[in-house]
């Protein structure tokens, strides 16, 4: 059984700036005005803060009300190209998870292979599955896989039949193994400038939760 634990975030954990991360903040801000027409923050790399909370694969999500999406596409042109970055969303109105089929897809090579891979903090919710699925459906030459840190209200039957229509539209879903985070790590997350990169520390019970929610996916699917 995995480790019940409530943990309340402080302010810079949920996404809201601490007196220390205001500069931060005010980054963040200006970024946000500037994106239409939802608000949604896209970058390079994440603050160390948000991943250490909202990619910790808990069973018990309290406080983690808002999905980090890591992408990495691969486009098979004439000269393949792979592009990177994360979308994090607020929950104004699109989901990251939509925000990459509405911002980032276009942006890539028409009519190209695209190998997708996500990295994202929990699963789909039920409107997002109908999304991936339909676009699967739609652009014979997407192929998608999903990593994710947790499992989404997996309990929900509606949410476990949008786990199996995403994999029977040909989406690759796999639970984020400990190797799996610190690649995120590595490469989705900012290290302090000036500071050699800092190794990727494991947080206790990081793979017995890994193997839980690898158990419940392989019932549900």
């Known amino acids: 059984k ?14 809201e700036p601490d007196n220390a ?5 005010k980054k963040k801000k200006v970024k946000r005005e500037d994106l239409p027409p939802f608000e949604i923050v896209t970058g390079e790399r994440l603050p160390a803060i948000f991943f250490k909370f909202q990619f910790r694969n808990v069973e018990y999500s309290s406080g983690r009300n808002k999905t980090f ?3 990495v596409v691969e486009t098979q042109g004439k000269e393949p190209v792979t592009c990177r970055g994360y979308l994090e969303d607020e929950h104004a ?3 990251a998870e939509m925000a990459f089929f509405n911002t980032i897809l276009p942006t890539c090579q028409a009519g190209a292979r695209h190998d997708v891979t996500w990295y994202v903090s929990s699963s789909p919710c039920v409107t997002c599955a109908e999304r991936i699925c339909e676009a699967l459906r739609k652009n014979k030459g997407l192929r998608l896989t999903i990593m994710v840190g947790r499992l989404f209200m997996w309990e929900e039957p509606e949410m476990q039949a949008a786990l ?3 994999k029977e539209a040909g989406c690759k879903l796999r639970i984020m193994k400990p190797q799996d985070f610190e690649y995120v790590w590595k490469n989705f997350v900012e290290q302090e400038e000036g500071e050699e990169a800092k190794s990727f520390v494991p947080w206790e019970d990081i793979q017995e939760n890994f193997l839980y929610y690898e158990e419940k996916l392989a019932e549900i699917l």
């Open 2 to 15: 995995m480790a019940e634990k409530q943990e309340e975030p402080s302010n810079a954990q949920n996404g």
């Open 21 to 25: 991360e205001e500069s931060e903040g």
């Open 69 to 71: 999406l890591c992408y």
């Open 93 to 95: 109105a699109a989901h």
């Open 164 to 166: 199996r229509s995403m």
